[in-house]
Structure formats: C-alpha cells, structure tokens
T-cell receptor, first 114, second 115 residues
C-alpha cells in the first residue's frame, strides 16, 4: 500500500520567512499529487496540484511545489509567509489505477508569528 | 459554486442513539466520499460512492451506514457508536473518472462527540 510522509509536523516561522514543507510518497508508479490547506475552523481547500508536465507548479496565495520523480517528493514552498498562512497543510497522493482515492500525509501545522 | 454543505456542524450523541449526518453538493459531481478526521491527524477515507453506488468501503464498522439517495445527497447513518468514534466527519465530492485528476471538494465537516 502506498504511504505519504510529511516530515515536519510543526513549523514556526516569522512573517517574511521562506517556507518549505516536505512530502514524500512510497508509490513507484504514476501519481497525481495535491497539497491541501486547512485554515483554523475551515474546510480543506486545494492549494495546488500536479498531474503531468512542468514539475514546478504554482498554486493560490503564492504557493508553489516541485515534483522530483527520482526522489518521490513533492515539496511545498513559499518565498515569504504571512501571518494568514497559519494553518495545517496536507500533502495527498492519488495512485494511477486507484480511481479518485487520495492518501493523505500526516499534515504539517504551520504557525506564522506576526 | 464549489460548495459542499454538511449538516449538522456539531453533534453530540449517546452510545445508544441513532443519528444521521448529511452532505449536499450541487456541482454535478458523481463521486462522493466520507472521511473521518481525528484531532491533529489526516483525513482517513471511509466510503466512496460512484454514480450513487457504494464503490469503496474501507473496512468501516457496520455501526456506520452510508446512503446515497440521489446524485446530490450523501448520508451517514450512525448507530451504537463508541466514544472513540468521536471525530470530525468530512464529506467530499468530485467528478468521476479522469484517472484521479479530478479535484475533491470538501465540506466543513460535522464534529461528532459520542458520550
């Protein structure tokens, strides 16, 4: 069975700092990759996704992620975080042939200090 | 409109009660999902409905009974739950097919407490 790992469980940054959240998955075949964000008290929202093509994808709110196939990674980045980015971030993977099933990583709780 | 609406937002029930969670979407999506999310954990898939038929049951105990009355509605019937079933229950929907390239849209969830 596939698994998704997010190594940083808690991250605390000051505003304007750069952010990189790690995501690694175990599946060796074709994958579709997603980052979702859950702001406090709100529903899960899609930040960005990768299906194919350019491995560097841009999402909403200035976030981007890079798919590195050789490393089975899909790390999330933002050059300069804001207090409003305080949230929980989930990486999710869909394996080819698994329909629309998503496997989520354990999540990273980001706190941005003003 | 990309909204998935879940009711109620909060639910407290005893272990002998019967209650239902409801989920509604009007995006024309033909795949609908139930997830369970414990505090500080990722969502865990429980059930998937495809074209109103149950396609995936992730070995969920029978005290959880899903139902999809039509293409816009998804229910989760609860009976004889245990305190460890207390969690946030999330509903999601997506277009069907597409090789997994359809985005799942999530509702805000029902926070369930079992006493």
């Amino acid at each position: 069975a596939q698994s998704v790992s997010q190594h940083n469980h808690h991250v605390i940054l000051s505003e304007a700092a750069s952010l990189e959240l790690g995501c690694n998955y175990s599946y060796g075949g074709t994958v579709n990759l997603f980052w979702y964000v859950q702001y406090p008290g709100q529903h899960l929202q899609l930040l960005l996704k990768y299906f194919s093509g350019d491995p560097l994808v841009k999402g909403i709110k200035g976030f981007e992620a890079e798919f590195i196939k050789s490393k089975f990674s899909f790390n999330l980045r933002k050059p300069s975080v804001q207090w409003s980015d305080t949230a929980e971030y989930f990486c999710a993977v869909n394996a080819f042939g698994a329909g629309n099933m998503l496997t989520f990583g354990g999540g990273t709780r980001l706190m941005v200090k003003p | 409109d990309t909204e998935v609406t879940q009711t109620p937002k909060h639910l407290v029930m005893g272990m002998t009660n019967k209650k239902s969670l409801k989920c509604e979407q009007h995006m024309g999506h033909r795949a609908m999902y139930w997830y369970k999310q414990k505090a500080k954990k990722p969502p865990e898939l429980m059930f998937v409905y495809s074209y109103e038929k149950l396609s995936i049951n992730e070995s969920v105990p029978s005290r959880f009974s899903p139902e999809c009355p039509n293409s816009s509605l998804l229910n989760l019937h609860l009976h004889a739950l245990q305190p460890e079933d207390s969690a946030l229950y999330l509903c999601a929907s997506s277009q069907e097919g597409g090789g997994g390239r359809y985005i799942q849209y999530f509702g805000a969830g029902t926070r369930l407490s079992v006493l």
